[in-house]
T-cell receptor, first 117, second 112 residues
Framework: GAVVSQHPSRVICKSGTSVKIECRSL??????MFWYRQFPKQSLMLMAT?????????EQGVEKDKFLINHASLTLSTLTVTSAHPEDSSFYIC?????????????FGPGTRLTVL | AQSVTQLDSQVPVFEEAPVELRCNYS??????LFWYVQYPNQGLQLLLK??????LVKGINGFEAEFNKSQTSFHLRKPSVHISDTAEYFC??????????FGAGTTVTVRA
């Protein structure tokens, strides 16, 4: 089946630093990738949708200057949390939709646990 | 916009017993409905989905769900669970924009 990886799986950083999270589709090409955020005991919340080669579309309430998304190739999207603060600590999950695949089908990565001290 | 409510946050169940996970949704438009499972340290995996047609949907690992439009529900069932079914289960809905809205999840713990 289609596999999506995320790196790193967990990261701890100091307040004020920036953190980059990578999302890769390992065995398929993904024109669209999604970034979600999950707080403990809460649902996944869609942050943004990124299409390869174009600017990401952010959901209401998500700061685009805070959460920079780059989707430079058909197999890689990155999320950079800039000037991270403790309230940014969360579980970040990406998913990918295959090029030419069924539009309802998303393949999910295992997530990245971010802790900001 | 769509929203999802999973009515049970935790469901303990004995091995070989049946299980039902409840999911209700709200939407002003026609929707697609999904159930995902998340095992520890793994990504979400699609169990089943309803797009159209028959309201009884069968998925992987012996799971099935029934779409009930009048009750706006999409409950997930399995007649006999295994220890390996211990996981987090998420109900999700999307409209024609294919953006997923998730419920808060239900933790299923299967005991011998």
């Amino acid at each position: 089946g289609a596999v999506v990886s995320q790196h790193p799986s967990r990261v701890i950083c100091k307040s004020g630093t920036s953190v980059k999270i990578e999302c890769r589709s390992l065995d398929f090409q993904a024109t669209t990738m999604f970034w979600y955020r999950q707080f403990p005991k809460q649902s996944l919340m869609l942050m943004a949708t990124s299409n390869e080669g174009s600017k990401a579309t952010y959901e209401q309430g998500v700061e685009k200057d805070k959460f920079l998304i780059n989707h430079a190739s058909l197999t890689l999207s990155t999320l950079t949390v800039t000037s991270a603060h403790p309230e940014d600590s969360s579980f970040y999950i990406c998913s990918a939709r295959a090029s030419g695949g069924e539009r309802t089908q998303q393949f999910f990565g295992p997530g990245t646990r971010l802790t900001v001290l | 916009a769509q929203s999802v409510t999973q009515l049970d946050s935790q469901v303990p169940v004995f091995e070989e017993a049946p299980v039902e996970l409840r999911c209700n949704y709200s939407s002003s438009v026609s929707v697609y409905l999904f159930w995902y499972v998340q095992y520890p340290n793994q990504g979400l995996q699609l169990l089943l989905k309803y797009l159209s047609g028959s309201t009884l949907v069968k998925g992987i690992n012996g799971f099935e769900a029934e779409f009930n439009k009048s009750q706006t529900s999409f409950h997930l069932r399995k007649p006999s669970v295994h220890i390996s079914d211990t996981a987090e289960y998420f109900c999700a809905v999307s409209g024609f924009d294919y953006k997923l809205s998730f419920g808060a999840g239900t933790t299923v713990t299967v005991r011998a």
